[in-house]
């Protein structure tokens, strides 16, 4: 094997990656001009001031994220057996939570595949690569995918904003198989059709799978709003689960007819208001309907740390105009998918809201993401799911 390139730690900013983190900053690195001429992708050696080696990395010199660990060893193979040892051992932990074959597989750096998301739907495998890096890398970890899994079809979904600040164009395809067969979700019961391609993220949200579990095991009986429902897993599953009546809010067409076919298919009745949803939700006040269950998981009001405070202010609101909707007794859940707002302060702010809405509250419930998206003990940044269930007086 041709000797990788060497990138250097500048003195003293080695304790970091030494101490397990799996990155390396732009600030923390030598930017000689041999780092800088790099191929945003490179695999390197990471070595400190010294020279004494720190791990294998692939290295991108015009990101803020310069180095991201592959390895713990120096000069390690990466290849297609590299990422089947990943992706077995992923496995296994999820064969251990889940009875069925609908998870999250890979969960970048928490399964030691920084930059690469996967999302398995029993056959059907739909990835994200958010770096170069992991790009570069596509011939292995398709490789990987196909020769383990023996999948009917493997669809890339690399479009997120983390690509621009890599270099890189959104990519959506499918990159091995067909979708001929259509591609389905189980949850709560349902069999839920998703659109890998064309769909938001992978076409599903793993993540809030506990969370929407914990409102349907207080569903019988209870009427729901479900606000940015997207595909309706919370509130078909709570009619599944017995709920008197279910609405579903939620600007895209093409997820809410999504949800009425599935709810047809399963014989549930449901109501299906296509709309700008904190519109919605101002407007359904006045009218007097309550509702035994209110949640609210919106798309992220915090992209970046210099959203902070407007992001704030917009969950504020989000649960001011949430909170008269909720039955006396009834139950209101906030999510907010926001890595850039910390967990208080997205606490407080709900508070606030309840408190301008002049309803009192008890939270009985903190969460975050379901077990398939573990969080990498050096990086609490990345546990970026919050999720507050609160009963309102």
Same mark, same amino acid.
């Given at each position: 094997?041709?000797?990788?390139?060497?990138?250097?730690?500048?003195?003293?900013?080695?304790?970091?990656?030494?101490?397990?983190?799996?990155?390396?900053?732009?600030?923390?690195?030598?930017?000689?001009?041999?780092?800088?001429?790099?191929?945003?992708?490179?695999?390197?050696?990471?070595?400190?001031?010294?020279?004494?080696?720190?791990?294998?990395?692939?290295?991108?010199?015009?990101?803020?994220?310069?180095?991201?660990?592959?390895?713990?060893?120096?000069?390690?193979?990466?290849?297609?057996?590299?990422?089947?040892?990943?992706?077995?051992?992923?496995?296994?932990?999820?064969?251990?939570?889940?009875?069925?074959?609908?998870?999250?597989?890979?969960?970048?750096?928490?399964?030691?595949?920084?930059?690469?998301?996967?999302?398995?739907?029993?056959?059907?495998?739909?990835?994200?690569?958010?770096?170069?890096?992991?790009?570069?890398?596509?011939?292995?970890?398709?490789?990987?995918?196909?020769?383990?899994?023996?999948?009917?079809?493997?669809?890339?979904?690399?479009?997120?904003?983390?690509?621009?600040?890599?270099?890189?164009?959104?990519?959506? /395809?499918? %990159?091995?198989?067909?979708?001929?067969? $259509?591609?389905?979700?189980?949850? @709560?019961?349902?069999? =839920? &059709? !998703?659109?890998?391609?064309?769909?938001?993220?992978?076409?599903?949200?793993?993540?809030?799978?506990?969370?929407?579990?914990?409102?349907?095991?207080?569903?019988?009986?209870?009427?729901?709003?479900?606000?940015?429902?997207?595909?309706?897993?919370?509130?078909?599953?709570?009619?599944?689960?017995?709920?008197?009546?279910?609405?579903?809010?939620?600007?895209?067409?093409?997820?809410?007819?999504?949800?009425?076919?599935?709810?047809?298919?399963?014989?549930?009745?449901?109501?299906?208001?296509?709309?700008?949803?904190?519109?919605?939700?101002?407007?359904?006040?006045?009218?007097?309907?309550?509702?035994?269950?209110?949640?609210?998981?919106?798309?992220?009001?915090?992209?970046?740390?210099?959203?902070?405070?407007?992001?704030?202010?917009?969950?504020?609101?989000?649960? /001011?105009? %949430?909170?008269?909707?909720?039955?006396? $007794?009834?139950?209101?859940?906030? @999510?907010?998918?926001? =890595? &850039? !707002?910390?967990?208080?302060?997205?606490?407080?702010?709900?508070?606030?809201?309840?408190?301008?809405?002049?309803?009192?509250?008890?939270?009985?419930?903190?969460?975050?993401?379901?077990?398939?998206?573990?969080?990498?003990?050096?990086?609490?940044?990345?546990?970026?799911?919050?999720?507050?269930?609160?009963?309102?007086?």
């Amino acid at each position: 094997m041709t000797a990788r390139p060497k990138v250097r730690l500048q003195p003293k900013h080695d304790a970091r990656l030494r101490s397990g983190a799996p990155w390396a900053y732009s600030n923390e690195i030598a930017m000689s001009a041999a780092a800088k001429a790099l191929k945003p992708g490179s695999l390197v050696e990471l070595v400190d001031a010294k020279d004494v080696p720190l791990g294998t990395a692939y290295f991108n010199p015009h990101s803020l994220i310069a180095a991201r660990v592959l390895a713990r060893e120096s000069g390690a193979k990466i290849d297609a057996d590299f990422f089947r040892d990943r992706f077995d051992r992923a496995k296994t932990l999820r064969s251990k939570l889940f009875a069925k074959p609908y998870y999250r597989l890979i969960h970048a750096e928490a399964d030691a595949c920084p930059g690469l998301i996967v999302d398995r739907f029993d056959d059907v495998f739909v990835v994200q690569s958010g770096t170069a890096g992991m790009d570069a890398l596509e011939p292995h970890w398709l490789e990987a995918l196909t020769s383990e899994f023996k999948p009917r079809a493997i669809v890339i979904k690399s479009e997120s904003p983390a690509r621009a600040h890599e270099g890189l164009k959104d990519d959506a /395809r499918i %990159a091995y198989g067909n979708l001929d067969q $259509g591609v389905v979700v189980e949850e @709560a019961g349902i069999r =839920h &059709a !998703i659109d890998p391609i064309n769909g938001q993220k992978t076409g599903w949200y793993f993540d809030q799978r506990e969370n929407r579990a914990f409102l349907i095991s207080l569903s019988q009986g209870a009427t729901i709003l479900d606000a940015f429902s997207y595909l309706g897993a919370l509130a078909l599953g709570a009619l599944k689960a017995g709920a008197k009546s279910a609405v579903l809010l939620d600007s895209s067409q093409s997820a809410l007819d999504a949800a009425a076919a599935t709810a047809r298919a399963e014989k549930l009745d449901a109501e299906f208001r296509r709309c700008d949803v904190m519109e919605e939700l101002e407007e359904l006040a006045p009218s007097g309907e309550r509702f035994d269950i209110v949640s609210c998981d919106p798309p992220p009001f915090v992209r970046s740390k210099k959203d902070l405070e407007s992001g704030a202010r917009g969950y504020r609101k989000l649960t /001011r105009l %949430a909170a008269p909707l909720v039955a006396p $007794g009834g139950f209101l859940t906030l @999510a907010s998918c926001s =890595h &850039a !707002i910390p967990l208080d302060r997205f606490q407080t702010e709900c508070a606030v809201g309840i408190s301008r809405a002049n309803r009192t509250a008890r939270l009985i419930r903190s969460a975050g993401a379901a077990p398939d998206h573990p969080v990498h003990p050096q990086l609490p940044e990345t546990a970026y799911l919050k999720s507050l269930t609160f009963q309102l007086d």
